[in-house]
């Protein structure tokens, strides 16, 4: 056998074994995603449910045309539903609506984790300075005041990830929706709390989509 065939022959041999390395990774990979797939499928995670339970009022400005001026401070609870599963908060931002226009700026929950079964409690502050609104949401929101009611939704935007044992998962967009009666003047249903703050005790459950 010449040297050259030699060659060529040892070629061939380091190409099968690279060959049968990437397809063992490939088969490894592959049962390890099953894997994970038959456990998330067995555990059926579900999602965190929120409830907002008050909001008190420290600001409610609308004096000045299309120009809105707000602060609340918010008490959200989140309860994670599954006894096998923790969840990663990692990114929670929480801001207010009126007619699908933001009012307030976005206030940021510090990264937490929730055990199996856990409760948190958040109570961050919301606030929005002389914010530019549509004009029409302008004339809507002042009926709304002269009518004594006015809704508001409580928006929380974020990202969780799942722990499995000592799997992680990747992160998954997280949008809560909260909806926030303020009833205003005769027929207000809240609790003066201090100067020009009123509180309103709403124990409503929130939408929740991941």
Known sequence: MSSKDCGNHGHKMRRKRIRRCCAGLLIFNFILLVTILIIWAILQPSKPRFILQDVTVYNF?????NV???????T???RNP?????????KLDVYATYRAQQITFSTLIPPTYQGHKDVNIW???IYGTDVPIA???????GQDQAA???L???KIDGRVRWKIGTFITGKYHLYVRCPAFITLGAKTTGIVVGENAVKYQLVQRCKVSV
Do not use: E, M, R, W
């Not at 400005?61 to 045309?65: A, E, F, G, S």
């Not at 001026?69 to 918010?74: D, E, K, L």
């Not at 599954?82 to 990692?90: P, T, V």
């Not at 004009?135 to 929101?141: G, R, T, V």
């Open 76 to 78: 959200i609870s989140s």
């Open 82 to 90: 599954n006894d096998k599963l923790g969840i990663y908060y990692d």
């Open 61 to 65: 400005n609308n004096t000045v045309p």
């Open 152 to 154: 508001l939704l409580i």
């Open 148 to 150: 004594g009611t006015v």
């Open 135 to 141: 004009p029409y949401n302008s004339i809507a929101l």
């Open 68 to 74: 809105f001026s707000s602060s609340f401070q918010v």
């Open 123 to 125: 109570s961050p502050f």
